[in-house]
């Protein structure tokens, strides 16, 4: 069983920065693209960024040139670092993990993310 544990949420004034992490529980982490999503409340789940097996990078145009993906494979850890972080990137965050190849895909349970004064 896979396990996906975020952490790194939390409160932050608008302009502020947070940085998540994700620790995967799997093996051959290697074989897993990954990608953060958020939930804002009211409004469905959307893709945040992606990063690949090859360490190739996506980004959702709301969060181009502020957000940051990176994955350590010795680690097992996925990061986001959020920085200029605005009011509308409230939302908890999810990461996800899917393995190559195959139809398997995981969540993590989620983080709290509040951008406010």
């Known amino acids: 069983q896979v396990q996906l544990v975020e952490s790194g949420g939390g409160l932050v004034q608008p302009g502020g920065s947070l940085r998540l992490s994700c620790a995967a529980s799997?093996?051959?982490?290697?074989?897993?693209?990954m990608a953060w999503y958020r939930q804002a409340p009211g409004k469905q789940r959307e893709l945040v960024a992606t990063?690949?097996?090859?360490?190739?990078?996506n980004y959702a145009d709301s969060v181009k040139g502020r957000f940051t993906i990176s994955r350590d494979n010795a680690k097992n850890t996925v990061y986001l670092q959020m920085n200029s972080l605005k009011p509308e990137d409230t939302a908890v965050y999810y990461c996800?993990?899917?393995?190559?190849?195959?139809?398997?895909?995981?969540w993590g349970q989620g983080t709290q993310v509040t951008v406010s004064s």
């Open positions: 799997v093996s051959s982490f290697i074989r897993y693209a």
């Open positions: 990063i690949t097996t090859g360490d190739t990078t």
């Open positions: 996800n993990a899917r393995r190559i190849s195959t139809t398997a895909n995981y």
